[in-house]
């Protein structure tokens, strides 16, 4: 079974520019969530989609947001870049909502410099 | 506000020796945490889980540890290896009303020593 896949591995953007981050998760799995690591916070928790829905967001700002398709595959976008949004941005799924207390599979993540 | 702090951003053991990570909460609502291993360039993978119905969790050599009371969890490792230096985060999860999916701590760097 395939794991959860991420494009582009790496990518250099520029202030003000927006930038799109694709996710696929395992086959089966209806849950997809987006985490932001960096160095001084850690692990934050963007937001999940589950069956083309957005179902729990975190604290970012509207800048940040995504989308499902009907095949699960998720999309995370990020409008207006700032050096701050520099990060790897990791991508999760699960078979049923993350919130639950089921165990989420992630992805090798997307590494973001904004310039 | 951080609501589950890894108090230690990096801990180094001998080899064979145990491994103790610990993790602090402040959210009573959170009644389900797991550990998370990651090495660089990867993705975090699952290690391990509990309930706070228990108060502990056993799998192989890692052991989860949790005092609901003093909202404290702690994971041992036991005996520490090699390919255990890895950051280690902990997470917990409000499955009643969490509206913020997983909150993780910001991680502590586990290096074991030869």
Known sequence: ?115 | DQQVKQNSPSLSVQEGRISILNCDYTNSMFDYFLWYKKYPAEGPTFLISISSIKDKNEDGRFTVFLNKSAKHLSLHIVPSQPGDSAVYFCAASDPGGGADGLTFGKGTHLIIQP
């Open chain 1, 1 to 115: 079974k395939a794991g959860v896949t991420q494009t582009p591995r790496y990518l250099i953007k520029t202030r003000g520019q927006q930038v799109t981050l694709s996710c696929s998760p395992i086959s089966g799995h209806r849950s997809v969530s987006w985490y932001q690591q960096t160095p001084g916070q850690g692990l934050q928790f963007l937001f999940e989609y589950f069956s083309e829905t957005q179902r729990n967001k975190g604290n970012f700002p509207g800048r940040f947001s995504g989308r499902q398709f009907s095949n699960s595959r998720s999309e995370m976008n990020v409008s207006t870049l700032e050096l701050g949004d520099s990060a790897l941005y990791l991508c999760a799924s699960s078979n049923i909502l993350a919130a639950t207390t089921d165990t989420q599979y992630f992805g090798p993540g997307t590494r973001l410099t904004v310039l």
